[in-house]
């Protein structure tokens, strides 16, 4: 067991580091607008995290209007709808929300992404890839968009967030440069597979150079 | 009625939770350095501890409870981000002179995110051994009980831990630039 010096200074340095996670307020109150449906028994629970499974999910109350795959929600309608592939939600500061639970309709999400003032081109599964690995599945055979010039340092804070699948990816339109879109490309069968799970995929974002076929205009 | 019980549960659950989610998602936070990860994990939490609450909500301390069941999603999640790090071997002599230095480079850690890079660095249980025991506070035995190991293995591995974290903060430093690209690797069911 350490002395109790370095014990005095372990709890020390770990009570500031909890006390440094930036926006707890935020992450709380996005986690307490779920409906967990407390006793309701399993398969209905895990249904609303886990990619691809079909069941009742919750509608998040974070924004002003929320896509539901090719359904537009509207707001203070019930909480509960079926799950589709994907789910967009524009919030009050012009962040976005999307949540992935299957690889399905690139074209939709990239049509509502588009609607809601994110210059994005998506891509699900693309033929053709070269090789493996993150560059090789961004520069796909035939893939019409072509990374955006120096902007390296700012393609971070255009995506934030965790898991597509649980907590939801936050997409900022005020990172993003002018003249630049963003792509997301995602694509199974490569990486490796999870244990826990049955397949695994790679799920990347870049900035592109802006083309009608990427970003719209 | 059917309904008066549901809502009654999920009053008395969402309770339980605003209750115990800033402490949870602390508790994520420092396990993996990384605030989305953090509400990752807290969501699953709740909604394992919702899936059982007809039994947890019987229990005394239903938030011991939830944060068992986040460090185990830590420590039996597949190990997607990193590869396991080898834990060292025990410490050699001069333990106090060891502990007298890790407490030094502890009372000099001025940058957070150092600290937290340095954490992640760590074998899962090591971390875990550390947040539970400094963070939560909790005595060897009850570390014990969350990980299902004896007092003795928390003991030898609490210092591990400690020596581990002086030394990575010492003799490593953190990336200096982040990947252009972002990777997200999960598994669809």
Known sequence: ?217 | MEWAREAAAKRQFEGFAAEASDTLLRTGYLMTGNAMDAEDLVQETFLRVARRWNHVRSMDHPAAYARRILINLVLHDADRRSRQKAELAPQHAGIDAADQSAARVLRNVDDLAEFRWAMSQLPKRQRAVLVLRYWADLSVSEVADILGCSAGTVTSTTSRAAARLAEVLTYCEPPATRPITRQIMEGNS
């Open chain 1, 1 to 217: 067991m350490p002395t109790g010096e370095l014990e005095d200074e372990l709890r020390r340095i770990f009570a500031r580091a909890a006390a440094d996670f930036e926006s707890p307020d935020q992450a709380r109150r996005r986690l307490l607008q779920r409906d967990y449906h407390p006793g309701r028994g399993n398969r209905r629970l895990a249904a609303g995290i886990m990619a691809g499974a079909a069941g009742v999910a919750v509608v998040l109350g974070l924004g002003l209007s929320g896509v539901f795959g090719s359904a537009r929600h509207q707001p203070g309608h019930p909480a509960h709808v079926q799950l589709a592939a994907w789910t967009v939600v524009k919030q009050a500061d012009g962040t976005v929300l999307v949540k992935i639970r299957e690889f399905r309709d690139p074209a939709g999400l990239q049509r509502e992404l588009r609607a809601d003032g994110i210059p994005a081109s998506v891509e699900f599964n693309p033929a053709n890839l070269v090789g493996k690995g993150a560059w090789a599945i961004v520069h796909f055979k035939g893939n019409p968009c072509h990374e955006y010039s120096g902007g390296e340092s700012q393609a971070q804070n255009v995506v934030t967030g965790g898991s597509p699948f649980t907590v939801g990816m936050f997409i900022h339109p005020a990172a993003i440069p002018s003249g630049a879109g963003v792509q997301f490309v995602a694509s199974r069968n490569v990486g490796y597979a999870s244990p826990q799970r049955d397949q695994a995929f790679d799920l990347f974002e870049w900035l592109v150079q802006p083309s009608p076929q990427c970003t719209g205009s």
